[in-house]
């Protein structure tokens, strides 16, 4: 099983609703990514968990929540979004070299975000 | 700062070779990617440099030179398919930023009949 599985692929949401987006590999990677990108863009990163743990955040805004249950599930917990939050989000998996580096990272097929 | 370019656009003809090139300059170097990504879709990995030379994987290879800071992505017998963003990015090697990747725009390649 080589995939990365983003649930759901589509998502409309009001300003004040909270919703969860949802990612999962089975590949045994430690590392997991939460990106976010604008049409014509390239991805941006918001969040790396690394043997579970949250390792980067790049200073994401708090409506932005992120969760890594175990290793191989990560979540993405939205709340009271704002229109320009409207974009795919990514989630990635890639292996550790066993010194906090990795080699590629394995994309999901995203969840196209719609804030109205 | 840290900064990748790459050409935004580039036309191509159906059966015929292209080369996309990708220039850094990044805080330390631990690797270099290429991805391909159409519309609407995600990322999905194409190459990996982390020495200099050339990597051939099919009708694709990549080319690095770390002292010139200068890859280029190749594509043969160009199909219909390959129109698609091409993306360069760049693993640091610090440790504060060796699980981030800094990206480039992207290059967006039409091929043509």
């Known amino acids: 099983d080589t995939e990365v599985t983003q649930t759901p692929k589509h998502l409309v949401m009001g300003m004040t609703n909270k919703k969860s987006l949802k990612c999962e590999q089975h590949?045994?990677?430690?590392?997991m990514y939460w990106y976010k990108q604008k049409a014509k863009k390239p991805p941006e990163l918001m969040f790396v968990?690394?043997?579970?743990?949250?390792?980067i955040n790049e200073s994401v805004p708090s409506r932005f929540s992120p969760e890594c249950p175990n290793s191989s599930l990560l979540n993405l917990h939205l709340h009271a979004l704002q229109p320009e939050d409207s974009a795919l989000y990514l989630c990635a998996s890639s292996p550790t070299d066993g010194q906090g580096g990795y080699t590629e990272a394995f994309f999901g097929q995203g969840t196209r975000l719609t804030v109205v | 700062g840290q900064n990748i370019d790459q050409p935004t656009e580039m036309t191509a003809t159906e059966g015929a070779i292209v080369q996309i090139n990708c220039t850094y300059q990044t805080s330390g170097f631990n690797g270099l990617f290429w991805y391909q990504q159409h519309a609407g879709e995600a990322p999905t990995f194409l190459s990996y440099?982390?020495l200099d030379g050339l990597e051939e994987k099919g009708r694709f290879s990549s080319f690095l030179s770390r002292s010139k800071g200068y890859s280029y992505l190749l594509l043969k017998e160009l199909q219909m398919k390959d129109s698609a963003s091409y993306l360069c990015?760049?693993?640091?090697?610090?440790?504060?930023?060796?699980?981030?990747?800094?990206w480039g725009l992207g290059t967006s390649l039409a091929v043509n009949p």
């Open positions: 590949m045994g990677h430690r590392a």
């Open positions: 990015a760049v693993r640091g090697v610090n440790a504060g930023n060796n699980r981030k990747l800094i």
């Open positions: 968990y690394s043997y579970e743990k949250l390792s």
């Open positions: 440099n982390v």
